[in-house]
């Protein structure tokens, strides 16, 4: 396969779609996740290389001059996030499609790159207030990353029509499963 299809999962930070996407990971083998490059720090269990290819400001900069990423951003004030085109072409290249777990600004800009090869799922919390609690129990982050994260979701929650679809996640089953059978539907026709 010189060149597969992409599913892009973005939603507001607790919303659910990392779950979603781990989800759909073990149920099609013919998926593969895109991992990113960051300049956060690696957060409990997350495995350099698997969940984020952890690197330098200095080094996601060197690479964004060497224009290496196919999208990137600053989520967060000083913390960097990015597609690498190596990522993709590699995940293509060994035969499979490319899963994205991505910020609503970066799906949107892969969405408008790929155009008809991509799919963009946005993925809805029952509200803003859930997320808030959902946000708050995860116990990662300091007070001040914690506010920006909350200000950043309520913005972000306003871009869900520009989506292809809207996956509300009232409940993890349903929402699973749902987004299984969407991604098989656009993957394989079926
Ligand atoms: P977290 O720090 O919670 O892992 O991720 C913060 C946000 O950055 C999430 O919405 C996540 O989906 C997004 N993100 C992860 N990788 C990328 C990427 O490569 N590009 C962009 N634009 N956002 C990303």
Redesign the pocket.
């Known amino acids: 396969m010189t060149q597969g299809k992409l599913v892009i999962f973005?939603?507001?930070?607790g919303a659910g779609?990392t779950t979603i996407v781990h989800y759909l990971l073990s149920r099609i083998p013919e998926l593969e996740f895109s991992v990113?490059?960051?300049t956060?720090e690696s957060r409990g269990s997350e495995e350099n290389n698997k969940d984020?290819y952890f690197i330098s400001k200095e080094e996601f900069l060197h690479k964004v001059a060497k224009h290496e990423f196919v999208?990137?951003?600053e989520?967060?004030s000083g913390t960097f996030?990015?597609?690498l085109r190596s990522e993709i072409q590699r995940i293509w290249d060994s035969g499979k499609h490319v899963v994205f777990?991505?910020?609503v600004?970066?799906g949107l800009r892969l969405r408008k790159k790929f155009e008809d090869d991509a799919l963009a799922i946005f993925v809805q919390p029952p509200s803003l207030e859930v997320l808030i609690q959902r946000l708050g129990s995860r116990g990662t982050d300091s007070e001040e990353k914690l506010k920006e994260r909350i200000g950043k979701a309520g913005k972000e929650l306003t871009y869900a029509d520009r989506f292809d679809i809207i996956l509300p996640n009232n409940d993890l089953t349903t929402a699973c499963e749902e987004a299984e059978r969407i991604v098989r539907e656009f993957l394989f026709g079926k």
Do not use: N, Q
């Open positions: 973005s939603a507001p930070s779609k990113s490059a960051t956060r984020y999208e990137f951003e989520v967060y996030y990015g597609t777990d991505i910020d600004e970066g």
